[in-house]
C-alpha cells in the first residue's frame, strides 16, 4: 500500500530557481493539504484542496502555487525560491472531515 | 484561530517510565489528532478522538471536551518511543483543515 508519496525527499535550490514537489495517494482522498514544518515551529498550512479541481489558500500561501486536476495528485510548485522557503514540505490526505490524516515522507528543501 | 499548547516542550525518561504529554486548545472541536514524527521526520497518525479514551499497545489518549484538554500516555517507555509527538485540531470554522501544536520531544534512554 503506497499510501501519500512524496517526492523528491531533498532537494537543494538556487535563489530564484523554480521547482515541483509532487505528491500523490492512492487512497482516494478528497482532502490534501501541503504544510511545511520550520524549526520549532508547528506544522503551517500552504494550501489545500477538497477535491479535484478545487484548491484554497492556507496560512502561508505566498510564494507557492498548487493545482489539483486529479484526485490522486496535488504537486506544490515554487516559482522563485527565497531563503525563506528553506523548510521541510509535507502533504497529507484525508478521505472526509473528521478522519484520520496521512502524511507523506517529508521534502527537505534548502535554498541558497 | 484555535490555539494549541502542548506541554512539556522537551521531556527525558528513563526506559520503563509512564510518560504523560498534555495539550490544550482555546475553541470546542469536533475531534482531536496525535500524531507521531519519527527522528527520520516522518508523521504518523496515532490516534484520532472525540471523546473518552482510545488505546493502541502502550499509547493511551484522553481526551476531555468540556475542560478542552487531552493528554497522551506512554506506558513502560521504550527507548524507540522517541519521537516528536504533536497535537492538532481543526481550525475554527476551518472544516477539516488543522492547526498543530509545536510538538513535545520525547528522549527515552536505556
Redesign the interface.
Known amino acids: 500500500n503506497a499510501g501519500v508519496t512524496q517526492t523528491p525527499k531533498f532537494r537543494i535550490l538556487k535563489i530564484g530557481q523554480s521547482m515541483t514537489l509532487q505528491c500523490t495517494q492512492d487512497m482516494n482522498h478528497n ?1 490534501m ?1 501541503w504544510y511545511r514544518q520550520d524549526p ?4 503551517k ?1 500552504i494550501y ?1 484542496s ?1 477535491g479535484a479541481g478545487i484548491t484554497d489558500k ?1 496560512e502561508v500561501p505566498n510564494g507557492y502555487n498548487v493545482s489539483r486536476s486529479t484526485t490522486e495528485d496535488f504537486p506544490l510548485r515554487l516559482e522563485l525560491a527565497a531563503p525563506s522557503q528553506t523548510s ?1 514540505y ?1 502533504c ?1 490526505g ?1 478521505a ?8 507523506g ?2 521534502t ?1 528543501l534548502t535554498v541558497v | 484561530k484555535n490555539e494549541v499548547e502542548q506541554s512539556p516542550q522537551n521531556l527525558t525518561a528513563q526506559e520503563g517510565e509512564f510518560i504523560t504529554i498534555n495539550c490544550s486548545y482555546s475553541v470546542g472541536i469536533s475531534a482531536l489528532h496525535w500524531l507521531q514524527q519519527h527522528p527520520g521526520g516522518g508523521i504518523v497518525s496515532l490516534f484520532m478522538l472525540s471523546s473518552g479514551k482510545k488505546k493502541h499497545g502502550r499509547l493511551i489518549a484522553t481526551i476531555n471536551i468540556q475542560e478542552k484538554h487531552s493528554s497522551l500516555h506512554i506506558t513502560a517507555s521504550h527507548p524507540r518511543d522517541s519521537a516528536v509527538y504533536i497535537c492538532a485540531v481543526p481550525l475554527e470554522g476551518g472544516g477539516s483543515r488543522l492547526t498543530f501544536g509545536e510538538g513535545t520531544q520525547l528522549t527515552v534512554n536505556p
Open positions: 482532502y493539504y520549532g515551529m508547528g506544522l498550512l489545500y477538497v492556507g521541510v509535507f497529507a484525508q472526509g472531515a473528521l478522519t484520520e490524516a496521512f502524511f515522507q517529508g527537505r
